[in-house]
């Protein structure tokens, strides 16, 4: 790759697009399937640039949840790799008709669906998002330039090298994959600015990340959200599934976007459900910042103060507050919420419905984990990254969202008078 300026590598891309876009369902299938055995074949290399980031890290001290996020096993690849053959067996969504018509003076007329043409993607300590974002946009028709931070710039580089060469194996141009990770920052402010070049722009990370790239891009950008995520118990909930919901939607995985971060408790049901939840999430490692009443039902309470309403702590902590009515609960949430995914346990079909109809997030559940808010739980294979935006995308971006739409008219001659 050529390593003269972060535009170089955006032209490259933008001229490896039209082929990308001519390749068959069948060619993009075998392309992946010979990225997904090339991570397995190559593991080693790719654990040991691993371990360059990991130490690293350890020496700045970024803290448990970025090194797991950071982390690659021989079982994670193995899973990386399993996902990209799933993207692979995934319909192609390129030329999908998404309506049609005969128009009056016999023009027939088809909205289809066509590739963006070149995504790019700023991203932070997750290097398993470099292969889930370039075989999204390969499987869709897509070139990519990767932008994945100095956290994981070794694994990356790695991750990246061995995709290209997957590439030229399958006879495709390796210029369909680009990273500008060797320019820092200027290659993320490149990406910014690369109106002409860069077809959309997709931000994942922390909040500050996506603001940033929301406020500073000149091109389009299909904003991903943080997750300040939220379980809501409400008067009829069942104590087992209060306290499996919400332990499942906490720790299963803390270090990401959906796991919940604030519980609020209908103030009826406070004195049945928070002592028995609370001793659930501390027996799995959990400190719970509370409110005064549930400081007064619960020992080993940290004080809650506003700030923690809005935290996204990504760590083994959570918020607890107790709320008078649903609307209050349901205000809170609008309050502080960043509309990336609540749930509700209840046995109320009145509250239940009422919650899905006016909580305003991209996915909202009820008697579920909010775990699930999930590309290959949706069975989308991997995902790009869950949209919090109303425009275009919204949820876990799976492969029609990485493409637009062109409208294609046949006729026989046919003017306009």
Same mark, same amino acid.
């Given at each position: 790759? !050529?390593?003269?300026?972060? /535009? ?8 490896? @697009? ?68 799933? $993207? ?69 580089? @790695? ?40 077809? $959309? ?59 919940? /971060? ?8 406070? *004195? ?5 939840? $609370? ?22 309470? $940290?004080? @809650?103060? *506003? ?7 990504? !760590? ?5 507050? &107790? ?6 609960? &349901?205000d809170h949430i609008e309050k502080f919420s960043t509309h990336h995914t609540e749930t509700i346990v209840t046995t109320d079909v009145r509250n239940a /419905? ?28 991997? /995902?790009?990254?869950?949209?919090t935006q109303k425009l275009h995308a919204r949820g876990p971006m799976g492969l ?18």
């Amino acid at each position: 790759m !050529s390593t003269d300026a972060p /535009e170089t590598r955006f032209a490259l891309a933008k001229e490896a @697009a039209r082929g990308i876009a001519r390749l068959t369902s069948t060619e993009k299938g075998d392309a992946l399937h010979a990225i997904a055995d090339a991570l397995v074949a190559n593991q080693q290399t790719i654990i040991a640039a691993n371990a360059e980031d990991l130490d690293r890290g350890r020496v700045k001290g970024i803290g448990d949840s970025l090194l797991d996020r950071l982390a690659f096993s021989p079982e994670r690849i193995a899973a990386l790799a399993d996902a990209t053959r799933q $993207v692979a067996a995934l319909p192609d969504p390129v030329g999908q008709v998404v309506r049609g018509e005969r128009m009056a003076n016999g023009i027939s007329l088809e909205q289809v669906r066509v590739p963006f043409g070149v995504v790019g993607a700023i991203y932070e300590a997750r290097p398993n998002v470099t292969v889930d974002i370039a075989a999204l946009a390969l499987r869709s028709g897509n070139t990519v330039v990767l932008r994945g931070g100095s956290a994981a710039m070794s694994s990356n580089m @790695a991750l990246v090298a061995i995709m290209r060469d997957a590439l030229t194996s399958q006879g495709i141009s390796p210029e369909a994959i680009q990273t500008v990770d060797e320019f820092g920052r200027d290659g993320a402010k490149a990406l910014m600015r690369g109106r002409g070049f860069i077809d $959309v722009l997709v931000p994942r990370g922390s909040a500050g990340l996506i603001e940033t790239v929301v406020t500073e891009s000149t091109v389009p950008v299909i904003e991903t959200g943080a997750g300040n995520v939220h379980v809501v118990l409400d008067t009829t909930a069942p104590d087992d599934w209060a306290r499996e919901i919400t332990v499942n939607s906490k720790t299963h995985r803390v270090s990401v976007c959906n796991s919940a /971060e604030s519980v609020l408790v209908l103030r009826d049901a406070a *004195e049945r459900l928070v002592p028995a939840v $609370v001793a659930a999430l501390q027996a799995s490692g959990v400190t719970v910042h509370g409110d005064e009443t549930v400081q007064s039902l619960a020992s080993d309470i $940290v004080p @809650a103060t *506003e700030e923690d309403w809005g935290t996204e702590y990504l !760590s083994l902590d959570i918020s607890m507050k &107790i709320v008078d009515t649903l609307d209050e609960a &349901i205000d809170h949430i609008e309050k502080f919420s960043t509309h990336h995914t609540e749930t509700i346990v209840t046995t109320d079909v009145r509250n239940a /419905e009422k919650f899905l109809a006016e909580v305003d997030s991209a996915a909202v559940y009820v008697n579920a984990s909010t775990r699930f808010t999930d590309g290959g739980e949706y069975g989308f294979g991997a /995902e790009v990254g869950i949209s919090t935006q109303k425009l275009h995308a919204r949820g876990p971006m799976g492969l029609p969202e990485l493409t637009s739409t062109k409208w294609i008219g046949r006729g026989s001659g046919q003017i306009r008078p």
